[in-house]
């Protein structure tokens, strides 16, 4: 019944036991797993980053989150992998949290998405609801709320 399972990992203590709760219904299933990490994008405006520039201040570097987000999926791979996982797969992506979560559970075809109940959030989602609620929300197949 369970074959694919795609699990969200941003770094927080929630998202770690997500790894945990996934890996063992993969591990009982004998189903494969897609590890999960969004970056959301970030642009600095045109008129601050020239005056960063001006000002000779440190910008926002992208790559800084892409980087961030391959050390998260290692630790994560890791834990799948002492849990005895061997059909596991990592993979980041860019854009919008949940919205991505979902489109890439739709390609993936999971049967099952793990997340987090609180992630490493900001006020976004204390003012229009967190990422687990909006991926609960969207989802076509059933979600895991761990906390």
């Known amino acids: 019944m369970i074959k694919k399972i795609l699990i969200a990992v941003d770094g927080s203590k929630h998202s770690l036991v997500s790894v945990a709760y996934g ?7 004998d189903a494969q797993v897609l590890l999960y990490h969004v970056v959301k994008p970030y642009k600095l405006p045109d008129a601050l980053r020239v005056f ?3 000002e000779h201040l440190a910008t926002f570097d992208p790559e ?3 980087k961030g987000a391959q050390y998260l999926l290692a630790g994560a791979l890791s834990e799948a992998r002492k849990a005895g996982l061997k059909d ?10 949940a919205r991505s979560i979902i489109d890439r559970s739709k ?6 998405i793990v997340i987090g ?18 991926v ?6 059933p979600v895991l709320v761990v906390k």
């Open 23 to 29: 890996a063992a219904i993969a591990k009982a299933m």
């Open 52 to 54: 960063a520039k001006a």
């Open 64 to 66: 800084l989150l892409r």
């Open 88 to 97: 596991v797969e990592i993979e980041t992506d860019e854009g919008p949290i």
């Open 107 to 112: 390609s993936y075809k999971a049967d099952l």
């Open 117 to 134: 109940s609180r992630g490493m959030g900001d006020m976004e989602g204390i003012l229009r609801g967190g990422v687990s609620h909006r």
């Open 136 to 141: 609960e929300t969207l989802a076509k197949c």
